[in-house]
């Protein structure tokens, strides 16, 4: 059975630096379209950055320039470093998967708290 599981989480002060980390069983990421998403409280979840299965990467507008999305293959690892983190990049943070036959995994969560 597949499993993501996300690491990194954590309060830092607006303007820091967080690197999130999903480690992935089965060698999953080398067959699947990656990504990461946030939802925020009182919200619906959002997409935050994806690799496609070609390796093209796609950022939300809100993360441009902040955040950088990254997968190894051979450590089936997908991580995410954000700089410049804001209040508004609170949330919990999932790691997501879709394999190439169509089937959807995702993460547990780990929680983003931006705050002074």
């Known amino acids: 059975q597949v499993q993501l599981v996300e690491s990194g989480g954590g309060l830092v002060q607006p303007g820091g630096s967080l690197r999130l980390s999903c480690a992935a069983s089965?060698?999953?990421?080398?067959?699947?379209?990656v990504g990461w998403y946030r939802q925020a409280p009182g919200k619906e979840r959002e997409v935050v950055a994806t690799?496609?299965?070609?390796?093209?990467?796609n950022y939300a507008d809100s993360v441009k320039g902040r955040f950088t999305i990254s997968r190894e293959n051979t450590r089936n690892t997908l991580d995410l470093q954000m700089n410049n983190l804001k209040p508004e990049d609170t949330g919990v943070y999932y790691c997501?998967?879709?394999?190439?036959?169509?089937?959807?995994?995702w993460g547990q969560g780990t929680q983003v708290t931006i705050s002074s």
């Open positions: 997501h998967a879709q394999s190439i036959v169509g089937r959807t995994y």
């Open positions: 089965l060698g999953i990421f080398s067959r699947s379209s």
């Open positions: 690799i496609s299965l070609g390796g093209i990467t």
